[in-house]
């Protein structure tokens, strides 16, 4: 059936017979080929989409050794909790939150998950935490919770000027 919509599409005809192997195209009396309806032939198979890095060479607001030296670190620090292949990933986001209250850089051991599965669920992290993607190695996840430090100190600031104030 859908042969015979791709052929009435393509040639701005209907059909009026189909019987086995044999079709009958009725085109009408004014027909015009040169009017006829184009469709282009995909011939080629249409390019991959580009999608941004998950990764960047180096984290916003840091210099290329500060980043390097915060993958380093991550990699030598216990892992937070370890992922398995057909898991149930339900505390995850809460036990980061829980780890960047006390560590700056954590990391996840997704041994057996795959590659492809890891790279999603660093993509969940970082925005459901939110946090930022520092490395993806041999089925690790390393993850820096940002620049938080100023932050605080303007908070802090900020109450301070309200007390002195009152």
Known sequence: MEILVSVQ???????VYQHINVLILYRGRNYDPKNRPVIPVMLWKPYTPIYPKLVKNVADGLTFEETKELRNRGLNSPP????TRNGVYVNVVDRVREAFKTEEVVRLDCTHVGTSDCKRIGVKL???????????????IV?????????????CRDRSEKFADA
Do not use: H, N, T, Y
Request: glycine fraction near 8%; proline fraction near 5%.
């Open 9 to 15: 599409d393509k040639s701005g005809g209907k059909i």
């Open 143 to 155: 993850l820096w919770r940002g620049k938080r430090d100023q932050e605080a100190d303007s908070k």
């Open 80 to 83: 937070v909790m370890k992922l």
């Open 126 to 140: 970082r925005d459901l935490v939110p946090c930022i993607p520092l490395l993806f190695k041999d089925e690790q």
